[in-house]
């Protein structure tokens, strides 16, 4: 229906990017405070570790990979992930509600995940870990195209992922699946894309993603999301989706297009967007 749509609740304007080592961006962002008429963020994109789905092109629509899981290997590449995690400054983790993406966060940041479960084996250097909140989002996950990104009901989600915040989920079960069975059908009535061909549907969903991220109190993210979601910000393929972003240097521009994110890898930005 209509209302699963999630749509902006301000003008759109462009999220601007620039890179870490842009020392006038990040000195603004060190100085900056709730009296300025800007807010920046230090953001860091990881896109999930391998899942099933990633084995085999072919085999990726199958109903086997439906909110697919990571392989042997995704997990591995989560262990390695976790070695450079440990290291930097993460405030709040925002994660796609899929499995892969869940899983991710909870292996890729395991020193923020285990002790905000209680965990005290392993003392952290920060005090503060056990505070920092891993917070699911529908606006960040994968565009909706095949079973493999069609979620599982959040009352299991939450019992898979009890550390995560479930609670900016409005439906149980999965409301972007639910709109395009009602225009094409069920998985057997169509195959070929659904969310990825409705560029205007795009377009309020990645406005809303910034919009979500931007309106967070933290000043340093971690965001576990998707290899065509993200694709659809940073190299869009629709002409309505170009200026979602606006690249100030070359830098940023360099890191954000090279390319579609690799399994578990991680892409560290300065985020700003004028009030």
Not at 78 to 103: F, G, I, W
Request: proline share 5%; with cysteine.
């Amino acid at each position: 229906s209509a209302s699963s749509h999630p749509s902006p609740s301000t003008s759109a304007a462009a999220v601007r990017l620039f890179s870490l080592t842009n020392k006038f961006a990040m000195n603004n962002h060190r100085n900056n405070d709730r009296s300025t008429t800007t807010t920046s963020k230090v953001v860091h994109l990881v896109r999930h570790a391998e899942g099933t789905h990633n084995l085999n092109e072919a085999e990726s629509k199958l109903p086997m990979h439906f909110d697919a899981t990571l392989t042997p290997k995704g997990i591995q590449q989560c262990n390695q992930l976790a070695l450079q995690t440990r290291h930097l400054e993460v405030d709040a983790v925002l994660v796609s509600p899929l499995t892969r993406c869940l899983e991710t966060s909870r292996l890729s940041f395991p020193h923020l995940y285990d002790n905000g479960n209680g965990s005290d084996d392993e003392p952290n250097q920060n005090s503060n870990n056990h505070n920092v909140p891993f917070i699911a989002h529908e606006e960040w996950r994968e565009t909706v195209n095949y079973l493999c990104d069609c979620r599982r009901p959040t009352q299991v989600l939450q019992k898979s992922y009890p550390r995560v915040n479930f609670d900016r989920l409005a439906h149980e079960d999965d409301p972007i699946w639910s709109h395009y069975e009602n225009v094409y059908g069920s998985y057997t009535d169509h195959m070929s894309m659904r969310e990825s061909g409705d560029a205007d549907y795009l377009y309020k969903r990645v406005h809303s993603a910034w919009e979500v991220l931007l309106n967070r109190p933290e000043r340093h993210l971690a965001l576990v999301g998707h290899s065509a979601f993200f694709m659809h910000m940073f190299t869009p393929l629709y002409e309505e989706l170009e200026g979602v972003v606006q690249y100030e240097d070359d830098d940023v521009k360099d890191l954000m297009t090279a390319g579609r994110f690799a399994n578990c890898e991680l892409r560290s930005v300065l985020v700003d967007i004028p009030i």
